[in-house]
Nanobody
Framework: QVQLEESGGGLVQAGGSLRLSCEAS????????MGWFRQAPGKEREFVAA????????YYADSVEGRFTISRENAKNTVYLQMNSLKPEDTAVYYC??????????????????WGQGTQVTVSS
């Protein structure tokens, strides 16, 4: 069993920055790929970014490429999402998720096995 706990969400003005953190417990964090997803009201959950077990391989949704950065510290069992140049359309609940393989398999939520409770990010215009 894996427990994931996100933190770092909040209210920020457009153009601002936030850093989300997701701390994992319950199994060997460093062995698995991790991802960030988000869900806005009335919309489906969508892929934001993912990172392989070593941190060497990263993937981003087109909508956040160049603005968001995913990283991980395996010694701290933590994955991060640095979000810069935030836009109102980035407003959503952000979730971290753990895969069951070392490598990022894809961008579908169905490919991830464990999820956190989410943290709200609100970007005002």
């Amino acid at each position: 069993q894996v427990q994931l706990e996100e933190s770092g969400g909040g209210l920020v003005q457009a153009g601002g920055s936030l850093r989300l953190s997701c701390e994992a417990s319950g199994r060997s964090f460093s062995s698995y790929a991790m991802g960030w997803f988000r869900q806005a009201p009335g919309k489906e959950r969508e892929f934001v970014a993912a990172i392989s077990w070593s941190g060497r391989d990263t993937y981003y949704a087109d909508s956040v490429e160049g603005r968001f950065t995913i990283s991980r510290e395996n010694a701290k069992n933590t994955v991060y999402l640095q979000m810069n140049s935030l836009k109102p359309e980035d407003t959503a609940v952000y979730y971290c998720a753990s895969d069951s393989t070392r490598w990022v398999r894809g961008t579908s939520p169905d490919e991830y096995d464990y999820w956190g409770q989410g943290t709200q990010v609100t970007v005002s215009s």
